[in-house]
Structure formats: structure tokens, C-alpha cells
């Protein structure tokens, strides 16, 4: 075994490393402060106190062989050349939903869907770079592609995704040093959760899991933060009709967020999950916590797949009025989504499909077959092309009310209920969605 004259910062925070830990967990095994376990990665030249040396001394001795074996490989070769390679460090790619076999870089397709014309900012990244100019491209690739989330089609963004995380996975496979290996962790769980997200617009909730498990594991080994990972994990159970799990994840991605559009998210997508789960209490709480939160988030281009603007915190806060049944509150989101259109904000089809028949159900409760119709009228004549998931989803949503018996015989519902069963009869199949 090999033996530590005198423990540095830096051979401390390799230790960690080798025995999987994080900062916390490695914290809690010493019996230290967290900020110390975090100030030996900040500053790897400070010696440590004698006590600590001793206590250094005595988990090295108490570990497991192959996390001496990897310790002794990390040092020797820092002490060469100040740089590590990517084994000494966990991957999270090996980490995969719970109750699961395989494992997460097996779910990773590669090139499963084949490239696109891929961005120009893609095509700008030189194949042999591993220096900061190579990362930066790829982080601007990425929050290009984000950006462009609401604008293209999901099978197109994500044709561009899938390349782009190829590319930080090939470079994490050659030498790095330790804070550009966790800058490449931190931009993989971004494109990660971006695939995630685009998957479950895709229909494909299985993989998205897969996809978003290993965005979260990444976050962590980055320590960086967790709450985009989360915020798609909490929409990916949402649609798996995991309504607990859901509504866990957004509590606790709502707990650990910075004063982000992701923030205000995640207590909307909280409420949403109460909501369906018939906890009405909760649900109204956690949509006071996002209009507390949006107050205090800087208004970003509401076009990126992070961001939440007003007229989606309408779409959440309808689907909570519509599980709850109160049809003024559907009325009331609908009005401020309207207000927020009429003064400029982006207008998503999708997101103003929901809110029209949003409002159409409202309608309908209230006892107003005509402005039911007069509300869904406008969506029936979207094309094929943008009749996605989500809107159909809410379609469905109106035509199975319209079968309750108190309708039995109503003028035009009838009609109205066959035009709905048409509407996404018509819908093109693999079309992408963006919502909840």
C-alpha cells in the first residue's frame, strides 16, 4: 500500500475521489467539515492539520483494494504531470434508474437517430483540442441548442444533442485535468437532461428516464447544480403517471435551485403532481412558492428548454384549477397567459393549444357548451405537424368529458366529440411536445 508522508489538499481530495465519494460523504467519513473536504479541491498545496493526517492515514489503510489501487495510480501520475485521466473518477454513465439491469451509458444510444446538418457551432469544435477554447464551444453549442428548444422540431434538436454529448464523452476519455473533467461533467448533465427532455416530447418516457438518472449523476459528481436534471426527471414521472415520485423530485429540485426560470418550474411541476395525487392543500401551496419564486427570477428569451415564462406558470396553474375543478381559476390562468401574449411574450403553439382548451373545460363546467366550442375551435384547425402529445393530450382530456351522461343528447356535442376523436386521429406520430 502506498504510504503518505505528509497529506496535501490535493491528496486528500484524491482519496475522495477514489473512494467515490462526494464532498459530503467523504465529510462525514472523516469526521470533518464539509468546507474542509471542499477547500482541499480549491487549494491542493494546504497541509492539513496532524489530526487529520492521522485520520487521512487511517482511511487509506481501511479501504478497499481497488480504491488503493486507484488512489496510487492518481497520485503517481499528478505528481508527473499535474494531470489525471477520467478512470480514477466514478462515471456516472454506469448509474441507472432504480430497479433497472442496464446501465445507463447502454441506454445512451449511439447515433440512434441519425445527424441532421449538425449546428454550425458543432462543426466549429476541432476533433483533437482538449483545451478550454474546445470546452467553451461546447458549452455554447449546447445553450445554442436550448435555445433553439421551442423553435425546431424535437427529433431535429435532438439529432444535435445526441453528436454533441458523443463529443464530451470522447473527451472525457482522454486526459484532463481535474476542473475541465468536472466543467465537461457539469455541460453533460446539461445535454443530458436536454435529451431527457426531448425524449419525453418524443413519447420514448423509458429512455428518458435513463437519460435524465445519468443527467442527476453527472450534476452530483460535478457538484453543480442538480435542479435541471431534476426538472426534467420530475416531468419524465409525471408522464409515467409516477405522480409520488414526481412530486418528490420537484420538492426536492425546488429546495436545492438558485432564483432560476427552473425554479419556479419545479414548484408549479410540485403543485401539478399534488394536484393529480388530490392533494389540493399542497398543490395551492406549492403554486404560491412559484409565484413567490417568479418574483424574484430575471426574466430570460422564454425560448430556451430552461426557461418558464408567464405563460407557462398559466399552463401549470390550469392543470392544478382543472384537477382541482375549479373552473375560475382555469379562466384566471387562461386570462393571464392572454395578457402575457397580447403584451409580446413568445407564443409556443402548444403552450396556447393547452390554454385554449384549458379554458374550453372551464367553459364546459361553468355550463357553456358555446364557449367550449367557441375556446377549442381555433386548436382544431392546427396542422398535423402541431397537434403534439401535449395538446392531444388535453383534447382527450375534453372529449372524454363530453361523453358524461349529463351531456347525453346536448346540441353539437356530438359533433363536437367527433371533430376531437379526428383531430388526433390526424396527428402525426412522433411529433415533439413542450409542456409539463
Not at 297 to 316: H, K, M
Not at 354 to 364: D, M, P, S, T
Not at 378 to 399: C, D, G, I, K, N
Not at 419 to 430: C, E, G, S, V
Request: include cysteine; proline fraction near 5%; glycine fraction near 6%.
Amino acid at each position: 500500500m502506498q504510504v503518505i508522508t505528509t497529506w496535501t489538499g490535493g491528496d486528500a481530495d484524491l482519496l475522495r475521489h477514489s473512494l467515490r465519494m462526494t464532498n459530503e460523504s467523504f465529510a462525514e467519513y472523516l469526521g470533518v467539515a464539509v468546507r474542509t473536504v471542499a477547500n482541499w479541491r480549491k487549494q491542493p498545496e494546504i497541509i492539513p492539520k496532524p489530526a487529520i493526517q492521522e485520520t487521512l492515514d487511517t482511511a487509506l489503510e481501511r479501504a478497499p483494494d481497488r480504491a488503493k489501487a486507484q488512489f496510487t495510480l492518481l497520485t503517481e501520475r499528478g505528481r508527473r504531470a499535474d494531470r489525471v485521466d477520467s478512470p480514477g473518477i466514478r462515471d456516472p454513465h454506469a448509474f441507472g434508474p432504480a430497479g433497472s439491469s442496464p446501465s445507463a451509458a447502454q441506454a445512451i444510444p449511439r447515433q440512434r437517430i441519425p445527424p441532421d446538418d449538425i449546428d454550425d457551432l458543432l462543426a466549429q469544435l476541432t476533433v483533437t483540442s482538449t483545451g478550454g477554447d474546445a470546452i467553451e464551444q461546447i458549452e455554447r453549442a449546447a445553450i445554442s441548442l436550448a435555445e433553439s428548444h421551442t423553435q425546431a422540431p424535437a427529433r431535429k434538436i435532438l439529432s444535435q444533442v445526441v453528436p454533441l454529448h458523443e463529443r464530451v464523452r470522447s473527451l472525457l476519455g482522454g486526459r484532463l485535468r481535474l476542473s475541465q473533467q468536472r466543467e465537461l461533467y457539469r455541460i453533460e448533465s446539461l445535454l443530458l437532461s436536454h435529451a431527457c427532455l426531448l425524449l419525453g416530447d418524443l413519447n420514448e418516457n423509458a429512455l428518458a428516464e435513463r437519460y435524465g438518472m445519468a443527467a442527476l449523476a453527472f450534476a452530483k459528481e460535478a457538484e453543480s447544480d442538480q435542479a435541471v436534471a431534476m426538472t426534467v426527471l420530475a416531468k419524465t414521472f409525471r408522464w409515467q403517471k409516477r405522480f409520488i415520485e414526481s412530486m418528490d423530485m420537484a420538492c426536492r429540485g425546488f429546495a436545492c435551485s438558485p432564483n432560476t426560470p427552473i425554479r419556479v418550474q419545479l414548484a408549479s411541476q410540485e403543485a401539478n403532481a399534488a394536484a393529480l395525487l388530490g392533494h389540493a392543500g399542497r398543490a395551492r401551496e406549492a403554486l404560491a412558492r412559484a409565484e413567490q419564486a417568479a418574483e424574484l427570477v430575471t426574466l430570460d428569451s422564454g425560448l430556451s428548454a430552461w426557461s418558464f415564462p408567464v405563460t407557462r406558470q398559466a399552463v401549470f396553474a390550469q392543470s392544478v384549477a382543472t384537477q382541482i375543478g375549479d373552473a375560475d381559476a382555469m379562466l384566471q390562468a387562461a386570462a393571464a397567459a392572454d395578457a402575457a401574449w397580447s403584451a409580446g411574450a413568445p407564443k409556443v403553439s402548444a403552450n396556447w393549444a393547452q390554454i385554449r382548451v384549458g379554458a374550453g373545460i372551464a367553459h364546459l363546467l361553468n355550463g357553456s357548451l358555446d364557449g367550449a366550442v367557441a375556446e377549442v375551435e381555433p386548436v382544431l384547425a392546427l396542422p398535423p405537424s402541431m397537434r403534439v402529445a401535449t395538446v392531444t393530450a388535453y383534447t382527450e382530456r375534453l372529449r372524454r368529458r363530453l361523453e358524461h351522461p349529463r351531456y347525453d343528447g346536448a346540441a353539437g356535442v356530438r359533433e363536437l366529440g367527433e371533430r376531437l376523436a379526428r383531430f388526433k386521429a390526424d396527428a402525426l406520430p412522433d411529433t415533439e411536445s413542450r409542456e409539463d
